[in-house]
Structure formats: structure tokens, C-alpha cells
């Protein structure tokens, strides 16, 4: 059963910053691409950044230029650095591991974001 678990999740005022991480128990080149995910109370889940496996990065129009998403592969993290947040960032941020589109991926559980002064 493979896990991702997030952590670094918490409460920030607007301006801040937070890093966000997301530890595999396998090798993380062996999915797609991963990615950062986020859903607001009463809203879809929407993606916000994701990296494939052979490189580059995309990124939700509303985080680009503040957010960051990276990789270790030798410690089969994830992460998302989130800077200049603001309160609409605020969400619970999930890590995927994206298999294809023929296969499920995997999520963790979740880690929340709160962005108020």
C-alpha cells in the first residue's frame, strides 16, 4: 500500500510563507508526476501545481510567481513552497501521486492551510 503524508500545513498571516511536504513510501519517479492539490469549504478540489517525471512544472494561474513546487528524489519528497499567501489560498492541501489516466493515484490525507490575520 503506497502512503503520502503531508505535513508543514498550519496558520499563517496574510504576506507569510509555509512550506508544505509530501514524504512517498516509494519512489516518487515511479508515478507520472506529482502534484499539490487544494480544496476550499464549499468549493472542487483544484490542482496547484504539479511536476512530471521527466521535468518541468505547471501551475494554477492564481499561484504562479508564489508558489513553488520541488523534489527530492533521494528522500522521495515532495514539496511546496507557498510565499506572499494571501486569505483565498487558505485550503486543505493534498499531495497526488498521479499514475496515468487508465489508473487510480494516490492522496494523502490532507494538510490544512489557514491564511488570516
Known amino acids: 500500500q503506497v502512503q503520502l503524508v503531508e505535513s508543514g500545513g498550519g496558520l499563517v498571516q496574510p504576506g507569510g510563507s509555509l512550506r508544505l511536504s509530501c514524504a512517498a513510501s516509494?519512489?516518487?519517479?515511479?508515478?507520472?508526476?506529482m502534484g499539490w492539490y487544494r480544496q476550499a469549504p464549499g468549493k472542487q478540489r483544484e490542482l496547484v501545481a504539479r511536476i512530471p517525471r521527466g521535468g518541468g512544472t505547471n501551475y494554477a494561474d492564481s499561484v504562479k510567481g508564489r508558489f513553488t513546487i520541488s523534489r527530492d528524489g533521494a528522500k522521495n519528497t515532495v514539496y511546496l513552497q507557498m510565499n506572499s499567501l494571501k486569505p483565498e489560498d487558505t485550503a486543505v492541501y493534498y499531495c497526488?501521486?498521479?499514475?496515468?489516466?487508465?489508473?487510480?493515484?494516490?492522496w494523502g490525507q490532507g494538510t490544512q492551510v489557514t491564511v488570516s490575520s
Open positions: 516509494r519512489n516518487i519517479f515511479s508515478f507520472n508526476a
Open positions: 497526488n501521486g498521479d499514475l496515468g489516466p487508465l489508473l487510480a493515484g494516490y
